[in-house]
């Protein structure tokens, strides 16, 4: 007996493909109307790898084990500045936030890219719009988080006898709180326009995840102004939090310059070598995904870089933050009672 389902699927296949004909002789408007009927009907396809079956298995190991060794380390850098007294300052504040971002950021891409590496390579439309959603929003957050950050150090180092008084948890909470709203706004603006583009009826995307680009070159119809809107968004979110950044950090390298001390060398290098090492890896991977030129190589490498953002710099943040931390160590010995009568440096 013939699925009655099955005819249905089948016919809004049928009609996507007559639709999308259609399209490029009327101006390729009518595939809009083929994308809001029988998006509940399509899935996207996700290539990813496909051509490389056997680096896939590989890239499937490799991404697990940077999934585990996230959710167990900004796990416990989120619990450890939480319940730690001597980590109770805006700076674990904002680590503690990072922490809690990457945490998000694992949990919304890694299980999905996992089933895709090791078996079917489909996403729903509405999967897809969740995943989009939250990457634009954990993105664009992660970017003004990383620009407070570098505010804070440059008090930390510029303006020491000023930094309690202006850098307090209140302030703190406060430039946390717009970080995560302009993400939220970003996602709010972004999202729909992309999702009510015109997509071809092959739905076939090489790429891991959902993103902006990928589903910009799967539009068959004109993307002029989303690609403008994307463009604005980029400067805004992208590369004036950077340019703050780099302001920053060149104000705080004037200001070591004028110090004659060897220690207090040290002191500003030991405060600010962690964020140093993760803006560069964060901005150059962003960069690369979002900024790439449009051509097949540039695409073919902003999709490893993609991958790499999502399922390995979230493993890499607690250790670059709290490695060669000597207080986050002194806090978790003291959590863990060995460290009762050590004083703090």
Known sequence: MFDLETQGKRRGCWMLMYLGMLGERNGKRNVHLAVVNHSSLVDFLLLGLSERPGLERILFVVVLISYLLTLVGNTLTTLLSLLAPRLHSPMYF???????????????????MLVN??????????????????????????????TVVAFDRYMAVCQPLHYTNVIHPRLGRQLAAVAWVMGLGQSVVQTP??????????????????????????????????????????????????ALILVSYGAIAWAVLRINSARAWRKALGTCSPHLTVVPIFYSLVIS?????QNPYA????????????AGTPSLNPLIYTLRNKKVKR?????????????ES
């Open 193 to 242: 326009p992309t999702l009510h583009l015109p997509f071809c009826p092959h739905w076939q995307t090489d790429d891991f995840v959902c993103e902006i680009p990928s589903l910009i070159q799967l539009s068959c119809g004109d993307t002029t102004y989303d690609e403008i809107q994307f463009a604005v968004s980029s400067v805004i979110f992208l590369v004036m939090p950077l």
């Open 117 to 146: 590496l090791w078996g079917p390579k489909t996403i729903s439309f509405l999967g897809c719009s969740v995943q989009l959603f939250i990457f634009l929003f954990l993105g664009t957050t992660e970017c003004v988080l990383l």
């Open 299 to 310: 695409q073919k490498r902003g999709k490893f870089f993609g991958l790499f953002y999502s």
């Open 94 to 112: 904002f680590l503690s936030n990072l922490s809690f971002l990457d945490l998000c950021i694992t949990k919304s891409f890694v299980p999905q």
């Open 289 to 293: 995904v979002y900024l790439q030129p």
């Open 331 to 343: 806090a978790v010995r003291r959590l863990l009672g060995k460290d009762e009568d050590s004083r």
